[in-house]
């Protein structure tokens, strides 16, 4: 079992830096892959960025690549995304999932789920 809480969101302006950091129990922490994703309103979640356990492949979604970054601390049980040159575009409810699939794009492949941190950029 892992448990995951987000935290780190809140109001900016577009073009401004957020991190986001998901922190997990439990002591299997690193032997999962990691991934983001996020829901807007009316929207249906979408991948963002997903790191491999060893942390030496990541993936991102075509809208973020370059801006946003993934990246996580194994001793800390904590995964991270850097988020740059916000767009209000990336306005939406961010969740991290832990799985067993590195890279994997589909929701469905992740087995836990984070509560969610909302993040909110203003033009």
């Known amino acids: 079992q892992v448990q995951l809480v987000e935290s780190g969101g809140g109001l900016v302006q577009a073009g401004g830096s957020l991190r986001l950091s998901c922190a997990a129990s439990g002591r299997t922490f690193r032997n999962y892959a990691m991934g983001w994703f996020r829901q807007a309103p009316g929207k249906e979640r979408e991948f963002v960025a997903a790191?491999?356990?060893?942390?030496?492949?990541?993936y991102y979604a075509d809208s973020v690549k370059g801006r946003f970054t993934i990246s996580r601390d194994n001793a800390k049980n904590t995964v991270y995304l850097q988020m740059n040159s916000l767009k209000p575009e990336d306005t939406a409810v961010y969740y991290c999932a832990a799985g067993w699939v590195p890279g994997t794009r589909l929701d469905s492949e992740y087995d836990y789920w984070g509560q969610g941190t909302q993040v909110t950029v203003s033009s």
């Open positions: 790191i491999a356990w060893s942390a030496d492949m990541t």
